[in-house]
């Protein structure tokens, strides 16, 4: 089994900063894609930013020049770097990565994986 476990979320004044991590754990052969995305209640899930498995990243206009995503491709781990925080980036955030699986037995297979989400809050 496969799970990205996140942590680094929590409460902070506007102009602020956060630095969010995502750890894959389990039968990962590969991580590809990693991703973040965000839902603030009343809102559809939204990306904020992507990383591809070279490094190229993407950005939501909204966080661009504040967030910042990089990864560490042997520790399997992400982060996002969150900087001049706005009341209106408050949202759960959630990882997303696309990852190779070990089947047991031999093999592998590709799958789509969340982790849990955690809680940023930015207050005015």
């Known amino acids: 089994q496969v799970q990205l476990v996140e942590s680094g979320g929590g409460l902070v004044q506007a102009g602020g900063s956060l630095r969010l991590s995502c750890a894959a754990s389990?039968?990962?052969?590969?991580?590809?894609?990693m991703a973040w995305y965000r839902q603030a209640p009343g809102k559809q899930r939204e990306l904020v930013a992507s990383i591809t498995a070279d490094g190229r990243t993407n950005y939501a206009d909204s966080v661009k020049g504040r967030f910042t995503i990089s990864r560490d491709n042997a520790k399997k781990v992400q982060y996002l770097q969150m900087n001049s925080l706005k009341p209106e980036d408050t949202a759960l955030y959630y990882c997303?990565?696309?990852?190779?699986?070990?089947?047991?037995?031999?093999?592998?297979?590709?799958?789509?994986?969340w982790g849990q989400g955690t809680q940023v809050t930015v207050s005015s």
């Open positions: 389990g039968t990962v052969f590969i991580v590809n894609a």
């Open positions: 997303n990565a696309q990852i190779r699986v070990l089947r047991i037995g031999g093999g592998f297979y590709d799958g789509n994986y």
